[in-house]
């Protein structure tokens, strides 16, 4: 067993790698844009996909890494995990539908509600000790699903037909322009010191120093990573400014 993610905050990385724990404490767990990550995911029969997501879709990175390497999903036993602020509805099934036409096997689904990641919009916003018990809950839930992925009863959380026209109806038809490709909209600001933690960080190597500054390319997946990284609170993409950079690490 191997599990892979995409994480911009650090939620979905720190569910892959719990629920991943409890079921092999042997397995590792892999972020998508590692070097070899193509290499790990032929290597092994049994993968955890996880990845937050995005006006319920998958977020781009993950789908076009799926798409592009079609011929290495058949026979794969795959189990979909999706991290959401509040609401997915079949944020599972996104991957799930994908993967199954590439004849991949779906082991079943899970979706975990986990602190928003969007740091410059006021929305969704909670105070950290609420989501500390939103953390603890998803913690929970993952124990339970383990337990019962150990006894052979794996949920099918957000792949059913219903979750699907949830997930349709209920939000990424409405936003299906901020989903259809990676989008050239991340703003640097004048506050921008330079200091090169985004683009280090970036997952998709979109970012790169030039003179002193930050700047962007048009590869950015909407991760929120190297928004919620800046010590100057330079970077912003959906909002104008920042309300609070979210990280996992401030909710444990
Ligand atoms: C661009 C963007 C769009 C999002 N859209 C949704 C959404 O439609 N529904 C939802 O519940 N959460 C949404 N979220 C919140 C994230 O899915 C959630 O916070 C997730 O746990 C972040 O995981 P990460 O820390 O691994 O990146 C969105 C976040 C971003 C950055």
Redesign the pocket.
Known sequence: MVGV???????????VEKLVKILDPSAECFPLEHNDIIQILKKHDTIVL????????A?FMVRELIKNNSSLWSGKKVFCL???????GD?TGCTARILKKYGAVILGGLQ????????DSKM?KKSIEENKLIVKAADERIEIAAEQIKSGNFPREGLSFIAHMKGLFG??LW?YN?TTGYTDKLKISDRCIGCGLCSKNCPMENLKIENNKAVAGNKCT????CI?LCPKQAVT??GESIVEQ???EKYV
Not at 222 to 225: G, P, S, T
Request: some cysteine.
């Open positions: 993610y995409l994480s911009g905050t650090g939620n979905t990385k720190h569910c996880g990845y937050p997501t995005q006006f319920s879709n977020p999706n991290t959401m602020g509040l609401f997915s944020g975990l509600k986990m602190p928003d990641s969007v740091c969704l939000q990424r936003f901020k909407m991760c929120y990573r919620s993409l959906l979210c990280r996992f």
